[in-house]
């Protein structure tokens, strides 16, 4: 199985699912906004043949690739089942489970994508600098929804760590970087997880 990522983007949360789950890999680092005749550039041709919109992160195990971050989680839960990065519970915990990761996709994580877009990732004469008040409106409001979904325990379901904290830990991570108001109790949730020794090891692949 092989995970082609870059440092801190989305393929961290691949890259932290494979370690939780003692599967064996491969880490190829790939770079991003580069010129399409470096050969590590998500722009190479041989990368756009694997992923065509040259992002990170994609999966190929056997004659399968993969493309979204969170098929590829849901990939890695799957074929290492004693790993319970997709919690063993009853049908109503696991849509809780479901609930939150989409959550965290559609309503957390897309004001810091929004941001990351007008800063860096378009080009430069489609960049809103305005719209950075609205990203933080969005997450603001994003954040009260989720005090409102998650509970006060240690994990986000079933007591136990899963797909839905890496998630959690790498977004607000992600919020931290790009200077989000992130409350405390969400700092330390960061914190809390990212001290998991697989997490450290994730740390150690990509710096
Ligand atoms: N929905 C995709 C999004 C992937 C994505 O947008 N990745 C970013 C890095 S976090 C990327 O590769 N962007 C390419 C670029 O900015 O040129 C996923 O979750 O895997």
């Known amino acids: 199985m092989k995970l082609y990522g870059m440092q801190q ?10 370690e939780e789950s003692g599967l064996e890999y491969e880490y190829v680092p790939i770079k991003l906004r580069t010129e399409a005749e470096v050969a590590d550039s998500a722009q190479n041709p041989a990368y756009l043949a694997i992923n065509v919109q040259g992002k990170v992160p994609t999966l190929i195990d056997g004659e399968m690739t993969l493309t979204e971050s969170v098929a590829i989680l849901n990939y890695i839960a799957r074929k290492a089942p004693e790993s319970r990065l997709i919690p063993n519970t009853d049908l109503q915990t696991l849509a809780k ?22 800063m860096f990732a ?8 305005q719209m950075f008040e609205t990203a933080k409106f969005e997450f603001d409001k994003a954040v009260r929804t989720l005090d409102y979904l998650l509970g006060e ?3 986000a379901v079933a007591n136990q760590f899963s797909i839905v904290d890496i998630l959690l830990a790498q977004t607000f991570n992600w919020a931290i970087r790009f200077e989000f108001d992130v409350p405390q109790k969400y700092a330390d949730l960061r914190d809390r997880h990212y001290d998991r020794p697989a997490a450290k090891r994730t740390m150690n692949l990509i710096s």
């Not at 983007?9 to 494979?18: I, N, V």
């Not at 990761?101 to 309503?107: D, K, N, R, T, Y």
């Not at 378009?122 to 600098?129: D, G, S, V």
């Open 153 to 155: 325990n240690e994990f």
């Open 97 to 118: 489970h479901d609930e939150l990761v989409s959550f965290v996709l559609a309503e957390l994580e897309q004001p810091l994508w929004s941001k990351g877009k007008h």
């Open 122 to 129: 378009l080009p430069e004469e489609q960049r809103i600098p």
């Open 9 to 18: 983007s989305r393929s961290f949360r691949c890259l932290w699912g494979l």
